[in-house]
């Protein structure tokens, strides 16, 4: 079996972004996950999200490790490069990539079992380091792509298609990611697109380690009755803690803002991130605050969603390597050979 | 059977970790080497901080033999701990010299040698007040005394010390007033200087005195590396020491203060491995410098470099296995497994260095080979080539050169294609073009360790598949012309035995073999510098009878890979295994290869 593209067809009419191009230049190859998975509404609001914000595809890198979530990869932004790495070793890749070029725009895609089992050092390494990427986690709870055993994020009781509930707790991305050092912290819903295509937009745009973890069911192995991370389960505890819109340095900000309702953060590119708190007492710039809400809602099984967390002043890795703008990649050898001369001179030192 | 005579003899210091006598074995080496005497150190270190016993080998060879002799004619024995030991490996009419502060009747067992009685410690402690001070001034002092014994001049000695303490100038004098002591005691006690000795000459000229891993880390400097990830290990970490140095010095803008390289400390090696693949697929030079566990770990990820041909550099600094093994002692114990590093049909360019000299050119060499092959490219060195400071011809730079960046489309040469195949063979030399991210939507591609066919796309099919895992068979092969070429010795006479080597067995091997062919015993010698091998190692194999391996490992590693990768036969390779952990010496391996020609000769 190859994979095939989806024909680029230009419709009549069909809406242009900033940059002249049509959503389906956003598309990729046709997705070959089961029908009704989580992931593949995910992607449509991946594509969406960068059609929106007018962004070069070209300009654009695709990473993931291995599992359905990472195979995700291929189906869409066909322009961008992309690579699927091995399980669970998507951040180092990433991060190598970033080091080279921090001039393109970064995506990180990865399930919870390439996230929070084989691959946890790494994605805890790359937040610590601040690594300016958004990272989508597609939680399903399990291993879709080895047929559905439990994975990490699984809720203690929940059970499997077949055979004993889980007996483990749960590692929570976001609360892990709390506590290494992430600076954009934000969980959604992949049935959820009204709040999901802003806050991917807010983590593209946020200059630093943007974490989305998304409840992404996995139809085939984890959406039965029972199960804490089925459509329905999702649906019925699923609580907006705040909501997060994106908007651009041009667009003249209309809103007028009341204290504890609408909260602006400015980001690094002179746009605005805007915060609609549903719960009128959280402040997401608050980690602490941030990280008893999360634990809070463990206890009423509730699933808080939103922009939970952000801090757009820390430094970025690039920062903290003091590295110049220009990518590594770009940088003449002419500037980076020390010369016959110089050669001659270090060697003093070894005689 | 080597020495001792006038700049012809081995000494043997015997300390214990922590004590500061590593500074000291480096000064008493420096001030032979700057009076013109070529000169080897070999550092046996323990894997601890403080506390456990170490030996610093000093060889002293006029004719400039590079490799262990396997005598030790001064033993300064200062570790009563090892005593006994130290006291065994002295070669005949030897001089054992220790601290006779507490006196040793016991040495008198071996009517043999000489002992030669200083008392350091009361001598230090009655000059010096501070504890510490005392320690590490009781190290200058036997540097005295040997100064004495062996003639070093003082001059030179005084040259080094101020240097070492150039920011503290109040310690040059202490440290001189402890060499002294020694000097003076040994001058006033013993008959100096001693029948072995060192005589001023011009041995050195146009000579440095440099280790592996910083001739390598100076290597990627100069090779344009921009990228380098590691995760610490013995006794890989002073390379990465050695690059961050040199970036600090050389690569950080004057006016802004940026810096035009990037180093991370990974949290492991598998993303150590991680990191420089996706700089590499970025299109930064990059490397990471590692040991045998490290590679273990990046196996996984070394093979997605193979499949999916990213060119990434790897220095394995290699050390005595299996598992931790023993980690500050030396051997060649991966070359199996970075050959084929990682499962599935997966083999590698490896380059072989034998000195640090080597290191250097090799570091640069191995970057073009990975960009020229897009893949994997393993520099193998060791601890003994990596550790220990060795005299090398100065390292010397062409300003002409160019690094090879391979086969990358330009976004001019984008825009001028209908269509981009990553794994397109066009020119028939196996080798595809590359793009970089970030250049043209016409070079987007996608980079997967998963089946795929030569237009990059995924695939279950075998054809396409085994299209794409031959052409890359066929790349790997094309390299063996390509890595640097073997090194050949002719006997003087017409010989029916060769031997063959790698790396760090150099200068044992060649001196074995000189000492052989003094005895009439006629080998001709091929020192293997990269793999796949070049075509003339199957073919000095062939034209020999017999051809003796040797190399530093348990199981012929070496050997089994010619085996496989020649069409030689089995009965024509005798391997000569040495894997103590301690680097090669020339008499094991002519007492190994004596002893089996004497059979034959019998036979
Ligand atoms: C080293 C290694 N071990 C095991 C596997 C098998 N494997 C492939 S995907 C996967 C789990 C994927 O789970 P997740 O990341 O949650 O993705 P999902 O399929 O659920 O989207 C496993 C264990 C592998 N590819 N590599
Ligand atoms: S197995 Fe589950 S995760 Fe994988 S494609 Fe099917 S529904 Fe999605
Ligand atoms: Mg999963």
Redesign the pocket.
């Known amino acids: 079996m190859t994979s095939f593209r989806k024909p680029k067809i230009q419709r009549k009419n069909e809406p242009l972004n900033d940059l002249g191009l049509a959503r389906v230049d956003y598309e990729g190859a046709m997705s070959t996950?089961?029908a009704?998975?989580?992931?593949d509404s995910v992607t449509a609001c991946l594509t969406k999200a960068f059609f929106e914000l007018s962004i070069d595809p070209a300009k654009a890198v695709k990473v993931s490790g291995i599992g359905?979530?990472s195979k995700t990869t291929n189906y869409f932004l066909n322009d961008a490069h992309g690579a699927n790495t091995v399980h669970g070793r998507m951040p180092s890749v990433a991060t190598g990539a970033i080091a080279a070029n921090s001039n393109l725009i970064y995506l990180g895609l990865s399930g919870d079992g390439d996230s929070l089992s084989i691959g946890l050092g790494q994605m805890a390494h790359a937040m610590r380091r601040n690594v300016n990427m958004l990272y989508m986690l597609e939680n399903?709870g399990v291993y879709?792509?080895t047929k559905g055993q439990f994975s990490a994020s699984a809720d203690l009781g929940s059970l499997p298609k077949k055979g004993a509930p889980n007996e483990y707790p749960a590692i929570d991305p976001v609360a892990l990611a709390l506590s290494v050092g992430a600076t954009f912290i934000g969980r959604s819903f992949s049935g959820d697109r009204k709040q999901l295509v802003p806050l991917i937009k807010a983590g593209l745009k946020h200059k630093g380690f943007a974490l989305i973890d998304v409840i992404s069911p996995?139809?085939?192995?984890n959406d039965h009755k029972g199960s804490t991370k089925s459509y329905a389960h999702t649906y019925e505890y699923y609580h907006q803690a705040v909501h997060a819109d994106y908007v651009p340095p041009t667009d003249e900000i209309k809103a007028s803002y009341d204290e504890g309702d609408v909260m602006p953060i400015e980001l690094h590119d002179g746009g605005i991130i805007q915060l609609r708190k549903l719960d009128q007492n959280y402040d997401p710039r608050d980690r602490a605050a941030a990280f008893q809400k999360v634990m809070d809602s463990k206890a009423t099984q509730e699933i808080v969603t939103g922009l939970l967390y952000i801090d757009e002043t820390q430094p970025d890795m690039h920062e903290i390597q003091k590295m110049e703008d220009r990518p590594l990649n770009e940088i003449p050898y002419s500037e980076l050979n020390p010369g016959a001369e110089k050669l001659k001179a270090l060697q003093g030192a070894f005689r | 059977m080597s020495g001792p005579g006038v700049n012809d003899f081995a000494i043997k210091v015997a300390t214990v970790n922590g004590t500061g006598s590593a500074s000291a074995n480096g000064l008493l080496m420096k001030t032979i080497f700057r009076m013109g005497v070529p000169v080897v150190g070999k550092n046996v270190f323990p894997s601890n901080i403080q506390g456990l016993p170490t030996w610093y080998e000093v060889r002293v060879s006029g004719e400039g033999h590079c490799g262990r002799s396997g005598d030790v004619h001064l033993m300064v024995a200062m570790n009563p701990k090892t005593y006994e030991e130290d006291l065994a490996e002295l070669s005949p009419g030897g001089i054992l010299l220790y601290d006779s502060t507490w006196p040793r009747p016991a040495f008198m067992d071996r009517s043999d040698i000489t002992v030669l009685g200083v008392p350091f410690a009361s001598m230090c402690n009655d000059a010096f007040s501070v504890a510490r001070s005392r320690i590490l001034m009781k190290n200058m002092a036997y540097v005295g005394a040997v100064a004495a014994l062996l003639d070093l001049d003082l001059d030179v000695i005084k040259g080094l010390v101020d240097e070492t303490f150039a920011a503290k100038a109040k310690l040059i004098d202490a440290n001189m007033q402890a060499v002294y002591l020694g000097y003076d005691y040994a001058k006033d006690n013993f008959a100096c200087p001693l029948g072995f000795r060192v005589e001023a000459s011009n041995g050195t000229d146009g000579k440095v005195m440099i280790d592996g891993n910083t001739a390598a880390a100076l290597g990627c400097v100069y090779a344009g590396a921009t990228f380098g990830a590691w995760y610490p290990i013995t006794p890989s970490t002073s390379l990465m020491d050695g690059f961050a140095k040199y970036c600090g010095q050389l690569r950080v803008d004057a006016e802004t203060g940026k810096n035009k390289y990037c180093i991370i400390q990974a949290e492991d090696e598998l993303a150590a491995a991680g990191l420089v693949i996706g700089a590499a697929w970025n299109g930064a030079r990059a490397f990471t410098p590692t040991s045998g566990p490290g590679i273990s770990l990046m196996s996984e990820l070394i093979g997605f470099a193979y499949y999916t041909e990213v060119p990434v550099v790897l220095f394995d600094v290699q050390r005595t296995g299996p598992s931790t093994g023993m980690p500050t002692r030396t051997q060649q114990c991966d070359i199996q497994t970075c050959a084929y590093a990682s499962h599935g049909d997966t083999r590698h360019i490896l380059l072989f260095p034998a000195d640090p000299g080597e290191c250097f050119d090799m570091a640069v060499q191995a970057f073009d080979l990975a960009e020229r092959f897009q893949t994997p490219v393993f520099v193998l060195s060791d601890i003994d080539i990596g550790m220990n400071d060795w005299m090398v011809d100065e390292l010397t730079w062409d300003d002409v050169y160019q690094p090879d960046r391979g086969k990358v489309l330009s976004a001019t040469e984008l825009e001028k294609m209908d269509t981009f195949y990553r794994y397109l063979d066009v020119d028939g030399d196996h080798i595809p073009y590359r793009t970089l991210p970030g250049t043209h939507p016409k070079g987007a591609y996608f980079l997967r360790g998963s089946g795929h066919d030569k237009y990059g796309g995924y695939t279950e099919g075998g054809p396409e598949y085994q299209e794409v895992v031959d052409r890359l068979r066929a790349k790997w092969q094309s390299a063996a012309a390509k890595v640097p070429a073997p090194v050949c010795i002719r006997a003087a006479g017409k010989a029916r035995q060769g031997i063959i080597a790698v790396g760090s067995s150099d200068g044992a091997v060649r001196e074995a073999r000189d000492r052989l062919e003094a005895e009439g015993v006629h080998l001709d010698y091929l020192r293997v510098r990269g793999f796949p091998f070049a075509a003339n190692v199957e073919a000095f194999i062939m034209e020999h009878d017999e051809v003796f391996v040797v190399e530093q490992n348990r199981d012929a590693q070496l050997l089994g890979l010619l085996l496989t990768e020649t069409n030689v036969q089995r009965e024509k390779l005798t391997p000569v295994l040495h894997y103590s952990g301690a680097p090669l010496d020339y008499r094991f391996v002519f007492d190994a290869l004596m002893n089996v020609i004497k059979v034959r000769r019998i036979a």
């Open positions: 996950l089961c009704g998975c989580g992931h359905c979530s399903n879709g792509l996995c139809v085939s192995f």
